[in-house]
């Protein structure tokens, strides 16, 4: 077959294709075009990204520390703000360190931290969330914060996490009795 004829059917095919499945097409072939990072690994799409941290945020729910923990690379840190002299869970944590701190204040939950994400905004391999929590400790008060979160993703576990959120109501469920020191 020539170079000519090899057009035309080219030609034909396409004008074949209806226009949704000209579109899929189109979608499939610049997906697969610009999912590739420079050493030819796929890069995690920017929705993918946003399923892992919906995924990651379920556990709070269910108490399951080993999925938090899971879901973090090795070198995964979670940082909080405030004054760590003042605040035990302010600071930069190493993953072990953040699985101490889940452990811990799961103790403190009856049925888990209802961790529901309102908002997420991403690009790239971060992640914005904006989330409420509540929970009812094992002394039967109710805990509830919000929070504003930063998710850095990277080979589809979370990487760093940046944690803003009132740590003054910690503090003051903490002195009434209802949570435990992290």
């Known amino acids: ?25 189109a979608y499939r ?22 399923r892992i941290v919906r995924e990651f945020c379920n556990h709070f729910k269910t108490s399951n ?3 938090l923990i899971d879901g973090m690379t090795e070198d995964a840190t979670w940082w909080v703000n405030g004054k760590p002299h003042l605040f035990p869970s302010a600071g930069t ?3 072990t360190e953040a699985a101490n701190m889940f ?3 799961f103790t403190a939950y009856s049925n888990g931290l209802d961790m529901k994400v309102i908002n997420l905004i991403g ?3 971060s992640i914005a969330a904006e989330a409420r929590s509540q929970a009812t ?17 990277r080979d589809g576990k979370i990487a760093s996490v940046r944690e803003y959120t009132d740590l003054m109501h910690v503090h003051c469920k903490r002195q009434a009795g209802a949570v435990q020191a992290a």
């Open 29 to 50: 072939v610049t997906r697969s075009a610009f999912s590739r990072n420079n050493n030819g690994e796929n890069d995690m799409s920017v929705e993918d990204n946003k």
């Open 93 to 95: 944590k190493t993953k």
């Open 103 to 105: 452990r811990n204040m």
């Open 65 to 67: 520390a080993d999925g």
């Open 137 to 153: 400790t094992k002394s039967g008060k109710i805990y509830e914060n919000e929070y504003f979160i930063l998710f850095k993703i």
């Open 1 to 25: 077959m020539n170079q000519s004829a090899g057009a035309d059917n080219r030609r034909n095919t396409v004008t074949q294709l209806s226009t949704s499945k000209w579109h899929r097409l």
């Open 123 to 125: 690009e790239g391999d």
